[in-house]
């Protein structure tokens, strides 16, 4: 009976292990880290585009992205921000003891002509200084045709180097389209919602 339940035991857990190796390697890229993040809260922090500059109230995408995941997402955009306003203000996004951290950053940059290399050193330290309490980082990519400087492919390195997840262009099949975009920049409501679906896609692993 001993030698039984000892065979049970070793195939349960061998079937624990090899559902998490599956896990692993079809929903998780391979760079990622902490996918099993720590901490208590979700945190969209960003510009514009996380604030929801031309949304109609409650219909920015951290708002969108809670009524999609049923749990409470902090929105902790501010219009105008750089990727150096943002760090500066960092302490304040770690004071809510950030479980998972959804980051629109660089805009601002790219628009200010920011160089490529300041606006990635300082995208790197805030995401590196979220990893280092355990926290999951999730960075939206922004890819603009003919102005991008580059900033598409930082991105994508960005998120290598780090193991963040990326969402490699949060403005794909939005911007461009005037039903999708309240004005050039930034989009409606209905933009905003297939925002937060990109971003609840790369979150619903770790939820």
Same mark, same amino acid.
């Given at each position: #009976?001993?030698?039984? #339940?000892?065979?049970?035991?070793?195939? =349960?857990?061998?079937?624990?292990?090899? $559902?998490?190796? %599956?896990?692993?390697?079809?929903?998780?890229?391979?760079?990622?880290?902490?996918?099993?993040? %720590?901490?208590?809260?979700?945190?969209?922090?960003?510009?514009?585009?996380?604030?929801?500059?031309?949304?109609?109230?409650?219909?920015?995408?951290?708002?969108?992205?809670? $009524? #999609?995941?049923?749990?409470? %997402?902090?929105?902790?955009?501010?219009?105008?921000?750089?990727?150096?306003?943002?760090?500066?203000?960092?302490?304040?996004?770690?004071?809510?003891?950030?479980?998972?951290?959804?980051?629109?950053?660089?805009?601002?940059?790219?628009?200010?002509?920011?160089?490529?290399?300041?606006?990635?050193?300082?995208?790197?330290?805030?995401?590196?200084?979220?990893?280092?309490? =355990?926290? &999951?980082? %999730?960075?939206?990519?922004?890819?603009?045709?003919?102005? $991008?400087?580059?900033?598409?492919? =930082?991105?994508?390195?960005?998120?290598?180097?780090? =193991?963040?997840?990326?969402?490699?262009?949060?403005?794909?099949?939005?911007?461009?389209?005037?039903? &999708?975009?309240?004005?050039?920049?930034?989009?409606?409501?209905?933009?905003?919602?297939?925002?937060?679906?990109?971003?609840?896609?790369?979150?619903?692993?770790?939820?």
């Amino acid at each position: #009976m001993a030698i039984i #339940m000892k065979n049970k035991y070793l195939i =349960g857990f061998g079937i624990a292990v090899l $559902g998490l190796l %599956v896990f692993r390697f079809f929903f998780i890229p391979a760079h990622t880290k902490q996918f099993k993040p %720590v901490g208590e809260t979700i945190i969209c922090f960003g510009d514009s585009l996380t604030y929801g500059t031309g949304a109609a109230q409650g219909m920015d995408y951290p708002a969108q992205l809670a $009524g #999609m995941i049923g749990l409470p %997402v902090i929105n902790a955009g501010v219009p105008g921000d750089t990727t150096a306003r943002a760090l500066a203000r960092i302490d304040d996004v770690m004071a809510k003891k950030p479980r998972i951290v959804l980051l629109t950053l660089g805009g601002n940059d790219l628009k200010n002509r920011v160089p490529k290399d300041t606006a990635f050193s300082n995208l790197k330290t805030i995401v590196e200084t979220i990893q280092a309490t =355990g926290a &999951l980082v %999730v960075i939206g990519g922004i890819e603009i045709p003919f102005y $991008g400087r580059g900033f598409g492919k =930082g991105y994508q390195d960005l998120a290598v180097e780090t =193991g963040a997840i990326l969402v490699p262009n949060v403005f794909e099949e939005i911007m461009g389209h005037r039903d &999708l975009m309240s004005d050039p920049i930034h989009p409606n409501d209905k933009g905003y919602m297939i925002m937060a679906r990109r971003f609840h896609d790369a979150i619903k692993p770790y939820l």
